[in-house]
């Protein structure tokens, strides 16, 4: 185990042999950190946080503090993060809260660029990347390959779907379906996101289904209920367009139009 002699580890703390420290982190009691995770210097990890395998932690991040919610009251709650991660400087990651079922969970191979913001109780998948200063508020719930630019915020309890594109300086106050792009205060749909379509390996009929059912969703005239109906008639069965209708579907802060 590689630990600066400044660094602070305290009572309790596990730390995987394979662990290296720089120097002034601090580590608190209930942190639990596994094989190959790198902790930069001065990054404070606190709370029942639980880290995986070859992480990279970098100078000044801030994981598993208390959440900044008025209503948290000190009761134990846990920050849950996979494998593969980078948290870049400055970005910070928040235990959950007893009324948000009590865990903020992060999947693996996810990127957090520095200055972002992770809330209480957010659900986060694998794959995912949020660019400088993006924020995601508390409950949120991000799919995996979500892609979130500069400066774009997420309102809490909204979710975004998978391989869904969140342009620079967005405001996302309404649910971001699967593989669709979005820009703008307050966000709207601007198309497919094809780009990450074709890099997420769809092949050309795929596409083409998904642009059938998004002009049925978002270019036609039909009532949502009448939109579900026809695409699932026409489309169904093939797993990308499940997922988007059972998204929508799923819906409760309605979807950005």
């Given at each position: 185990m590689s630990i600066h002699s400044t660094a602070i580890i305290e009572r309790g703390a596990e730390l995987d042999p394979s662990v290296e420290v720089g120097p002034y982190a601090v580590i608190g009691p209930r942190v639990c950190i596994g094989p190959r995770t790198k902790i930069g210097p001065h990054a404070v990890l606190q709370g029942h946080t639980t880290i995986g395998a070859d992480n990279q932690i970098f100078q000044f991040a801030s994981v598993g503090a208390i959440p900044q919610d008025l209503k948290y009251a000190g009761e134990p709650t846990r920050l849950e993060i996979g494998d593969g991660n980078q948290i870049r400087e400055f970005a910070t990651l928040h235990l959950g809260t007893a009324g948000g079922g009590g865990l903020t969970r992060v999947g693996s191979k996810n990127l957090f660029m520095a200055n972002s913001h992770v809330a209480h109780d957010c659900q986060i998948g694998d794959h995912v990347i949020l660019a400088n200063c993006a924020s995601l508020?508390?409950?949120?719930?991000?799919?995996?390959?979500?892609?979130?630019?500069?400066?774009?915020?997420?309102?809490?309890?909204?979710?975004?779907?998978?391989?869904?594109?969140?342009?620079?300086?967005?405001?996302?106050?309404?649910?971001?379906?699967?593989?669709?792009?979005?820009?703008?205060?307050?966000?709207q749909l601007i198309g497919l996101n094809t780009v990450g379509l074709t890099r997420a390996g769809l092949d050309d009929a795929a596409v083409r289904r998904m642009k059938r059912a998004y002009r049925i969703f978002f270019r036609s005239k039909l009532g949502l209920r009448e939109a579900v109906a026809r695409v699932r008639a026409e489309y169904g069965g093939h797993p990308e367009i499940d997922h988007l209708v059972g998204f929508i579907e799923g819906s409760e802060r309605g979807i950005a139009r």
């Open positions: 508020g508390g409950h949120v719930q991000i799919e995996d390959g979500a892609i979130f630019g500069g400066l774009s915020a997420v309102h809490q309890f909204t979710r975004v779907g998978k391989l869904a594109f969140i342009s620079g300086g967005a405001m996302v106050a309404q649910d971001v379906p699967p593989y669709c792009t979005v820009q703008g205060d307050r966000a």
